[in-house]
């Protein structure tokens, strides 16, 4: 299901120590703080450094960017309901949210993307310039 | 080609026409019943929803629902739905604390989201459930510290993180569950009932926190007087071997192994015992915890 590329990311990836949500307290804190070391590692590491995220205060909502190399094959595909959900609840509470970006957002991309290029829904900005 | 009219009056026949129509599809709407009666008639959609009143179980009661569920067409041969209410979104909502809160979910994740809650919360429920062949099934009172929660004895999907999905059976119509354990629970009369403490050891910080609590509540207790029965030790009138019984590991050493021991009642030992939690200081793969403030963390990941 994971393939070697996919693999190769996430064990560059830190993984956390503290099972805490939202609703913990200073647990919570803790947590946060290892996300976000955890996504600054992964940042600082050039081969995974496809995606900018930032929260909120009390690190409930996240919001950012991400980039995508459209028909340059990087990592797998995989289905977020029946392949990353299950990964996901095995590995509490280990993995984080760059996890999820790596295993989830990432290939659900690779299979997004390409379909929404094929049907014509997205282009390419830079060549949409060049033909106007 | 026809006149002005004829046109008009064409026009005003579609209109009526069109009424009819609308006048037919218009939902005849029920209004608010006020007071919630246990008469069983048919224009009453209450009645068994108040069973347990008429049984004399409960003397006065308010019920609140809450589901997320969309209604399906195959919920209506036991919600009280019609079908051009599918699709609507059922529920009540409350802030209000209540006295007992009953699980009649369908799946493991949203037991145990009751679970942590009602941990959390310190909230009395009972969470019930059916096998997915119908034949069996648990009752569970939870009194959060004091009786087993959830996750202190979980199913073993759940111990085992596995995807419940994988539970789900092919050609399994789970609506029609109820029908089936109906039927299955004429011919059995066979239900054992048992008492679980909490476990010790379970995974919710909530449950440890509850249970913490009800030691305290229950050493606050007045005492009653235990008689005390002394038991004389056992020793045989000659050993001229000098024979010992030896443990071959020392206390210190099992424990390491196998993490602190359940306090049991004499003659009682675990069957299993869960390796003592891994110490992960040693490891290099997971983060290292600095002593950077989470507004550093931020400003630094802003800045990359």
């Known amino acids: 299901m994971v393939d070697e590329a996919t693999k190769k990311s996430l064990a560059q990836i830190p993984l956390l120590k503290t099972k805490a949500g939202p609703r913990d307290g200073e647990l919570w804190v803790g947590r946060l703080k290892e996300e976000y070391q955890s996504l600054i590692k992964n940042n600082k590491d050039s081969d995974n450094d496809w995606f900018r995220l930032e929260s909120n205060k009390e690190g409930t909502r996240w919001f950012g960017k991400c980039w995508y190399f459209h028909n340059l094959l990087k990592g797998g595909k995989i289905c977020l309901t029946d392949h990353f959900k299950p990964l996901w609840a095995r590995n509490v509470p280990k993995f984080g949210i760059a996890h999820a970006m790596s295993l989830g957002l990432g290939p659900w991309l690779a299979v997004e993307i390409p379909d929404l290029v094929d049907k014509g829904i997205i282009t390419h900005k830079a060549k949409e310039e060049a033909a106007a | ?304």
Not at chain 2, 54 to 77: H, P, Q, T
Not at chain 2, 195 to 213: F, L, Y
Not at chain 2, 289 to 298: F, K, R, V, Y
Request: charged share 25%; hydrophobic share 35%; glycine share 6%.
């Open chain 2, 1 to 304: 080609m026809s006149s002005v009219e004829e046109l008009q009056k064409k026009i005003r026949q579609l209109e009526n026409e069109l009424e009819a129509e609308k006048q037919k599809n218009r939902q005849v709407i029920r209004q608010k019943i006020s007071q919630m009666s246990s008469e069983v008639v048919d224009s009453n959609p209450y009645s068994r929803l108040m069973a347990l009143k008429r049984m004399g179980i409960v003397d006065n009661y308010e019920l609140l629902l809450f589901d997320y569920d969309k209604v399906e067409l195959a919920n209506m041969n036991r919600l009280f739905y019609q079908p051009h209410q599918s699709g609507i979104q059922g529920g009540l909502k409350a802030g209000q604390p209540v006295d007992l809160v009953l699980s009649c979910v369908d799946n493991f994740e949203a037991r145990m989201a009751i679970n942590t809650a009602c941990n959390e919360l310190g909230q009395i429920w009972i969470e019930s459930g059916v096998s997915e062949n119908a034949v069996s099934g648990h009752i569970q009172f939870v009194i959060p510290g004091e009786t087993a929660c959830f996750g202190c004895a979980p199913p073993l999907v759940v111990a085992t993180k596995t995807d419940e999905k994988t539970l789900k059976r092919e050609g399994v119509c789970a609506a029609s569950l109820p029908t089936t354990m109906a039927v299955v629970a004429g011919f059995l009369d066979f239900f054992p009932t048992m008492s679980m403490k909490p476990n010790e050891t379970c995974d919710d910080r909530h449950c440890i926190r509850r249970q913490a609590e009800y030691k305290k509540r229950e050493a606050a207790k007045p005492k009653t007087e235990k008689l005390e029965v002394k038991e004389e030790e056992v020793v045989h009138e000659d050993n001229p071997f000098e024979i010992e019984l030896v443990s071959e590991t020392t206390c210190e050493e099992s424990e390491a192994a196998e993490g602190s021991q359940i306090q049991l009642a004499e003659g009682l030992k675990v069957a299993y015992t869960v390796p003592a939690p891994e110490n992960n200081s040693g490891s290099g793969d997971t983060v290292e915890t600095s002593g950077q403030s989470l507004d550093d963390l931020m400003a630094q990941m802003k800045s990359l």
